[in-house]
């Protein structure tokens, strides 16, 4: 039926079987479940970080690129913005946890974060919809 030269006529070449969930816990876990282990300060930075965005959106469009200074600029109204709500959460969770051995590293970790949030959710909105991602193939794929 197939020639030599065939690949589907050898018995020794089997499809490959599917990856089972036992390999890949994280991936048959719940969405909700997984962003419920993000930390308190993410709640109540990300709003502001949004917030921002969705600003720059309205003034700019939606494919305006800003520049560092301006990047730099918006940090540091979010940080002052969000500052006192961020230590009052650490100063909580420092009661709760009272073996923690290092401790925040203040306004420049703070900015950090923030930055770190600002350019992710600015590459996010960027996506055309539907793409799947940088490590993925292409559309055809």
């Given at each position: 039926?197939?020639?030599?030269?065939?690949?589907?006529?050898?018995?020794?070449?089997?499809?490959?079987?599917?990856?089972?969930?036992?390999?890949?816990?994280?991936?048959?876990?719940?969405?909700?479940?997984?962003?419920n282990m993000y930390p308190r300060t993410y709640y109540i930075v990300y709003p502001r970080v949004q917030?921002y965005c969705d600003m720059m959106d309205m003034n700019y469009g939606c494919f305006y690129c800003p520049?560092?200074?301006?990047?730099?600029?918006?940090?540091?109204?979010?940080?002052?913005?969000?500052?006192?709500?961020?230590?009052?959460?650490?100063?909580?969770?420092?009661?709760?946890?009272?073996?923690?051995?290092?401790?925040?590293?203040?306004?420049?970790?703070?900015?950090?974060?923030?930055?770190?949030?600002?350019?992710?959710?600015?590459?996010?909105?960027?996506?055309?919809?539907?793409?799947?991602?940088?490590?993925?193939?292409?559309?055809?794929?």
């Amino acid at each position: 039926m197939y020639g030599k030269d065939c690949m589907y006529s050898m018995p020794h070449m089997m499809n490959i079987p599917a990856w089972q969930q036992q390999y890949h816990p994280m991936a048959a876990m719940p969405v909700q479940q997984l962003e419920n282990m993000y930390p308190r300060t993410y709640y109540i930075v990300y709003p502001r970080v949004q917030h921002y965005c969705d600003m720059m959106d309205m003034n700019y469009g939606c494919f305006y690129c800003p520049t560092k200074e301006e990047l730099d600029r918006m940090c540091d109204k979010i940080c002052d913005e969000v500052e006192a709500d961020v230590e009052a959460a650490i100063c909580e969770e420092m009661k709760e946890e009272a073996d923690r051995q290092l401790g925040f590293g203040g306004r420049r970790l703070l900015r950090a974060f923030v930055g770190t949030l600002l350019i992710r959710e600015l590459l996010t909105r960027r996506r055309p919809y539907g793409f799947p991602g940088y490590w993925y193939g292409y559309y055809g794929y």
